[in-house]
């Protein structure tokens, strides 16, 4: 079996089985696996009671990952993630007591509510996959994923994420409210199975995973895709409504999400509606708007639609192209 066929194989049963828990959102699951093969971090923006949490746990549990929750508070600590250095009376020595940042697969729970010394703690770990504590660096397991939630609602009290640190989840996006039949599905659901939390099965192993991850890397990328890539991020810079447009980052993020989105389909090489499938989850959260634009009531989510509608796409002939130089 070919590592692009297993990884389609595996994450089908995978989604199959978190859908069990997380009813009718299968869309929003494939982005947060995409973000999960491309060993990158979600960010979940969206109102309570929409199974952001439940979401997370699903995930750890169908992949077999150890899983760790961080519940933001104000009076959270730095060392309250990464952990500290306790002094062990038996052994006449300080040990280090490891947070919950050891974990593969680690949900922090309104990561907004705490102030920016401790965001800083949980950030290093994202960017550079260790901690610091005391002196000493310490790796974290791989693959490390982190699955942040914040509200758009309640303000007060609140720090928000500077756009610097934003730019460091590969994607963003919310759940949304389910239709009337998806909320009736959920509720025949609970009432089939006789308790709040869904039994879940453990679908891959940490080896399968990180085999998956690892199939990306064979997943062609033509030129023209690349360059129709960089031009949707440079429209982002262009256009008149925004002050900051995405980074390289942003590129980088968008040929990692387009690959697994790919690979995802049962392909070896990516096309342009993979790129457009991603491209509003992996750069809305990148830009910085002009004031006017939200007086407009015009949001990130809309300028990342105008510049991939101002983008032309790679012709039909690069495509075939691609195809065929990639069955070879």
């Given amino acids: 079996m070919s590592a692009v066929l297993e990884l389609q194989q595996s994450a089908s ?31 979940i923006e969206d109102f309570p009671g929409l199974a952001k949490t439940l979401m997370a746990r699903s995930f750890a549990r169908g992949c077999g990952l150890d899983f760790a929750r961080i519940q933001f508070t104000p009076d ?49 770990g994202m960017q550079e996959r260790q901690v610091t504590v005391e002196g000493v660096t310490r790796p974290l397991p791989r693959p490390f994923l982190v699955l942040a939630t914040q509200n758009p609602i309640e303000y007060e009290g609140t720090y928000p994420l500077p ?7 590969l994607i963003r996006i919310g759940v949304g409210y389910p239709s009337r039949d998806q909320e009736r ?4 659901q609970r009432q089939l199975r006789g308790a709040d939390e869904p039994e879940l099965s453990q679908v891959v192993d940490l080896a399968l995973l990180l085999r998956m991850q690892a199939a990306l890397e064979s997943i062609h990328v033509d030129g023209d895709i690349q360059y129709y890539i960089i031009d949707i991020v440079e429209a982002t810079r262009r256009h008149p409504g925004v002050q900051v447009g995405a980074s390289p980052r942003g ?41 006017e ?6 949001n990130a989510e809309d300028v990342v639609h105008e510049c991939l509608g101002a ?16 069955s070879i």
């Fill in 13 to 43: 049963r995978l989604l199959d089985e978190v859908e069990k828990a997380v009813v009718g959102k299968r869309p929003v699951l494939e982005l947060v696996l995409l973000a999960i093969l491309a060993d990158g971090h979600v960010l």
């Fill in 76 to 124: 959270l600590m730095p060392s309250d993630i990464t952990g500290s250095s306790i002094f062990n009376q038996r052994a006449g020595d300080f040990e280090m007591r490891e947070g919950p940042i050891f974990a593969n697969l680690v949900l922090a729970d309104e990561i907004n509510r705490s102030p920016a010394k401790t965001q800083a703690a949980l950030l290093e």
């Fill in 163 to 169: 756009e610097a640190q934003l730019d460091r989840f």
């Fill in 185 to 188: 599905e959920m509720l025949e």
């Fill in 251 to 291: 590129s980088l993020a968008l040929l990692k999400l387009s690959r697994a989105r790919a690979a995802l389909s049962g392909r070896d090489f990516v096309v342009p509606e993979d790129v457009k499938g991603v491209a509003t989850a992996a750069l809305s959260h990148r830009l910085i708007l002009r004031p």
């Fill in 293 to 298: 634009l939200w007086v407009q009531r015009i």
């Fill in 311 to 326: 983008v032309p796409t790679p012709p039909t002939r690069s495509l075939v192209a691609t195809e065929e130089a990639v």
